[in-house]
């Protein structure tokens, strides 16, 4: 599991404009708290200690808009429609209208929020998933992060009410679908409402990591922050012990489903 949101430790270089209200709705609050049990199931948890308003790990390098630098940057940019929307590897806006900087960064500086916090985030997710695949042959990667209750002007879904936990795998790219479905339904028979790939898709951690042809499925999962916080305060409610108890079950369901997926693949190796 990795939780790349859930940090809200400020590093030193960093001076918002934004309020400290609204630079709380980009933090994935106590995500990294609902996976916590996942090395008592066996799984490797990492998380992100930076927060995701000073840079996002969860996009690609150079999903970067250009109009947020005070001069130029030294290698290829390639904004996403997150970037236009104001979400980049650099976030620009906190909320609708709402700036996270009163000027332009400098490239140097953004570089070093690159060098210090984003490669190193990545290349620790990079040597688990390796070691997973010398160890054992493949790896079941779950990238976790938490979702505003309705979206806003900002998101594809702007105004919408969301479900209470999306699973995603790219529309079938990142992860066998018949993982991202099992994963689906073991939230809905757990009375959530679930969908998979609305309104989120995947971010670039599951694009990058997810090889499924090569033994590595990754799955993002959202969780509604309603289901088990105060969106407003971020204080965990009477929802949150639940929620982490169902997130290690699911962990220890996995790696029941691992060993069934495991023995499928011998037979079919077998018969073929």
């Known amino acids: 599991m990795d939780s790349p949101h859930s ?63 005070a001069d130029a940057w030294d290698g290829p940019l ?3 429609d ?10 620009r806006d906190a909320l609708p209208g709402v700036p996270m900087y009163g000027a332009p ?30 160890g054992h042959g493949g790896v079941w990667h779950l990238n976790c992060h938490s979702m505003k209750s309705r979206g806003n002007a900002m998101n594809v879904d702007a105004g919408a009410t969301r479900p209470d936990v ?12 018949a993982l991202t479905a099992r994963i689906a339904a073991w939230f809905s028979a757990r009375g959530y409402r679930t969908q998979v790939n609305e309104p989120y898709q995947g971010g670039d951690l599951v694009r990058t990591f997810g090889a499924p042809t090569s033994g590595v499925q990754s799955v993002q999962i959202e969780f509604n922050r309603s289901r088990y916080m105060d969106e407003a305060t971020c204080e965990p ?12 079950a699911l962990v220890a369901a996995m790696a029941a489903w691992h060993d069934e997926w495991s023995a499928e693949r011998r037979d079919a190796v077998v018969r073929a």
């Open 7 to 69: 940090g809200f430790g400020f590093p030193e270089d960093f001076a918002p404009a934004a309020p400290l209200d609204a630079l709380r709705t980009t933090w994935d609050a106590h995500v990294e708290a609902l996976w916590g049990g996942a090395p008592s199931a066996g799984a490797t948890l990492l998380a992100a200690t930076f927060p995701r308003c000073y840079i996002d790990v969860n996009r690609a390098e150079g999903d970067l808009d250009a109009a947020l630098l």
């Open 78 to 80: 390639a904004p996403t």
């Open 82 to 91: 997150y970037s236009r929307r104001g979400m980049g590897l650099i976030r």
């Open 105 to 134: 960064l400098s490239a140097a500086a953004v570089r070093a929020r690159i060098d210090r916090w984003y490669r190193p985030y990545r290349a620790a997710l990079a040597g688990v998933i390796a070691a997973g695949q010398r």
């Open 166 to 177: 999306v699973v995603s795998d790219r529309r079938g790219t990142t992860a066998d679908p």
């Open 237 to 248: 409610h009477e929802g949150f012990v639940a929620l982490r108890d169902d997130c290690t």
